[in-house]
């Protein structure tokens, strides 16, 4: 192995530990941080992270509020419980799990949330406040991934960075996070032509397409910096979008999955909840959570 291995689990407990200390700070003045989580339907997997979620929110001494509906809840239902958590100044961030089920409009309920309480910053307010450069809720998955590059690399001024997938949950929240930081950005997909070469031209890769093991080690540039945000449930267990046994040869650095890009992803939802709570009661933003 020659690549220098990127450390999420142990960079989100250090991130965890800050939030800890931030939140002490806080119950001083008696505001308590609180974080309403809604999952609806029965998904093993959602559960799992939800249960981790609520988990660490109580961790870090904030209140963990969760509300657990049934698949064919409908939904105007989920409609009224997110007006009454808008309403409920306890709460301070709200997120509800994706997928919704399919009778749901996705883009309608997550609109409906307060942009204020948005900690996922899936909401158009924050897509557009993120992508004019404006003070926004920034979403979870490429803030906890810019926040590993900068500790990795310093500086992103003026790298090339290639990005696998456009999603509105990773790929195109990551582009202007890289943009902002003066990086070249490219966005790339599935259909894109000559990926490989495109890929290899790439200081820092950020593959995110959710097919496992699809980049090769010869898509790589040698000591680039490469993020893998990749979660596949194989035969083989927990895999990311990258071949890392190649990748972690040719490489500068990467992340593993697991334990790399996934706990980062929680800390951040729990650095924006702070941010939330922070702005709501006007007091500066927290030191080294916000982009
Ligand atoms: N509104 C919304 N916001 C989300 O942020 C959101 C969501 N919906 N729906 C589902 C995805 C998935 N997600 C993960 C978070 C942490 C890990 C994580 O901590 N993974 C561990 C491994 C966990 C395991 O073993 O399964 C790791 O990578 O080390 C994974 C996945 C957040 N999501
Ligand atoms: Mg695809």
Redesign the pocket.
Known sequence: MTATLID??AFAANLRTRIATEVAGLKDQGIVPGLAVVLVGEDP??Q??VR?KGRMTREVGMNSYEHKLPADTPQDALLALIDQLNEDPAVNGI?????LPKHMDEALVINAIDPAKDV?G?NVLNVGLLATGQKAMVP??PLGCLMMLRDHLGSLSGKRAVIIGRSN?VGKPMAQLLLRDSATVTIAHSRTDNLPELCRQADILVAAVGHPRMVQGDWIKPGATVIDVG?NRTDDG?VGDVDFDAAKEIAGAITP???????M??AC?LANTLTATARVYGLPDPEGLTP
């Open positions: 999420g689990k997997a959602s799992v992270y981790s997120l509800v799990q994706l997928p996922d899936f979870c998955t949950i979660i927990l999955v697991p334990g790399g890009v996934g706990p992803t929680i939802l």
